[in-house]
């Protein structure tokens, strides 16, 4: 797909990995549309401007089916169609499963999973019209090999692997595509206030030796985006933990 020219919708795009994601396409010449459940800063808008690409928002919650009506209708009032969606929104809540109540759990998959199903569901409709679109999914290595307090986002990411392969099954039917993005250990807020000994004992699992960026994870992005012949994959994007 060329990308010039075409729309695309970042969820949980107002920093970290959905930030880069936008400005990537910005960069590829696409028109794009950001989103936050609150607000987005001012200078990340100043920025895509910037680039020479168009911008606009959509606010909203996608673990609220209300805002995902709503945000569905705001993209194609001004947008004849989108053409690529990105599933990146997410929230973590950690804990150990013997102290996990069933509302922590729940409610990391009604953002990770039930979120992204209910706005894909709602996306794909347009898309099949059309027939072409992209739908990329943010799951995460942890997703694939679980991790220690955790048991609530894997299984949000895990779930969003499955997610991935059967839209892509359905989807191709119609010329639309899906895959999923699994980062490993990136560069951000979290991994910023972790102690020196934890940061030196995940690097020893790391074969690149470093944490990624999260330029690197939406240089995968438009990747998956641009190739026409690539669909119901998982691209780690980890420096070779998954190894």
Do not use: W
């Not at 795009?13 to 936050?36: P, Y």
Request: net charge positive; charged share 25%; aromatic share 4%.
């Amino acid at each position: 797909m060329e990308l010039k020219g075409k729309t695309v919708f970042i969820t949980g795009s107002s920093r970290g990995i959905g930030a880069q994601i936008a400005l990537a396409f910005a960069r590829e010449g696409s028109k794009v549309i950001l989103n936050a459940r609150k607000q987005v800063p001012a200078e990340l808008i100043a920025q895509i401007k910037g680039l020479g690409a168009e911008c606009s928002v959509v606010l909203g919650d996608v673990s609220q089916s209300e805002d995902v009506v709503r945000m569905q209708k705001e993209i194609f009032q001004d947008n004849e169609k989108l053409d690529v969606l990105v599933n990146n929104a997410g929230i973590t809540d950690d804990k150990l499963m013997i102290g996990m109540k069933e509302d922590d759990f729940r409610r990391v998959l009604e953002t990770n999973l039930i979120g992204a199903f209910n706005l894909s569901q709602k996306i794909l409709k347009k898309m099949y019209k059309k027939r072409s679109g992209v739908i990329l999914n943010m799951a995460s290595v942890v997703g694939l090999h679980g991790n220690i307090g955790q048991a609530n986002y894997a299984a949000s990411k895990a779930g969003l692997i499955g997610l991935t392969k059967t839209i892509a099954r359905e989807g191709a039917l119609r010329n639309v595509r899906c895959n999923a993005i699994a980062p490993g250990m990136i560069k951000s807020q979290m991994t910023a206030v972790l102690d020196e000994k934890v940061k030196e004992k995940v690097l020893q699992d790391i074969p690149l030796g470093r944490f990624g960026e999260a330029a690197e994870v939406a240089q995968a992005a438009v990747f998956l985006a641009q190739n026409d012949y690539v669909t119901g994959q998982v691209i780690t994007v980890d420096g070779g933990m998954t190894i």
